[in-house]
Structures are given as structure tokens and as C-alpha cells.
């Protein structure tokens, strides 16, 4: 069973930085591609960065070269990076991760809080 933990959301400053991560625990030896969405409230969710299986990146025009994003070797772990932030990149931020072997589907993390205040 499949189940994505979020944790690295809060509080911060504009300019500020935070790390979220995302994690399936118990997998390891596995190869994945995973995303991160963000839903600011009242508003659709829209994709900001992403890593495929052989580690290729891309990033929503809004946040390049402020975000990374980044995974863990052989673990279904992913990680963003955010820096240089902004009020406009609060919402929730949610992971979405498959990895080879999975069932097909898509699995998603709880979200996670980010406010950015001026």
C-alpha cells in the first residue's frame, strides 16, 4: 500500500527559502518519476516542477530558477527546493510520485502549507 508523507510547509518571509519533502516509506531500490502541484486557495491546481525516471527536470515558467527539484537515489523521495520566495507562491503543495512496480494509478501526497508573507 502506497502512501506519500509531506512534510517542510510553514510559514516564511518573502525572499525567504523553505525544503519540502516527499516520501513513500518502506520502498527502496525503486526507480521513479514524481511532480509537485501547488493549489493556491480558491484556485486550480497547477504543476511546478517535475523529474522523470532517468532525472530529467522541468519547471512552470513562474519558477524557474527559483525551485529544484530533486529526488533521492534508488528511494521514493523527492524533494523541492524553494528559493527567492514570494507572496504568489502560497498554497498547498502536493507531491505526486509512480514508480516502477506500482500499481497502476496516481498517488498523491496529503499537501503541504506554504504562506509567504510580504
Known amino acids: 500500500h502506497v502512501q506519500l508523507v509531506e512534510s517542510g510547509g510553514g510559514s516564511v518571509q518573502a525572499g525567504g527559502s523553505l525544503r519540502l519533502s516527499c516520501t513513500a516509506p518502506?520502498?527502496?531500490?525503486?526507480?521513479?518519476?514524481m511532480d509537485w502541484y501547488r493549489q493556491p486557495a480558491g484556485k486550480v491546481r497547477e504543476r511546478v516542477a517535475s523529474i522523470s525516471l532517468d532525472g530529467t527536470t522541468t519547471y512552470a515558467d513562474s519558477v524557474k530558477g527559483r525551485f529544484f527539484i530533486s529526488k533521492a537515489k534508488d528511494k521514493a523521495t523527492v524533494y523541492l527546493e524553494k528559493g527567492s520566495l514570494k507572496p504568489e507562491d502560497t498554497a498547498t503543495y502536493f507531491c505526486?510520485?509512480?514508480?516502477?512496480?506500482?500499481?497502476?494509478?496516481?498517488?498523491w501526497g496529503q499537501g503541504t502549507q506554504v504562506t509567504v508573507s510580504s
Open positions: 505526486k510520485q509512480f514508480c516502477l512496480g506500482w500499481k497502476p494509478g496516481q498517488y
Open positions: 518502506g520502498f527502496t531500490g525503486v526507480r521513479c518519476a
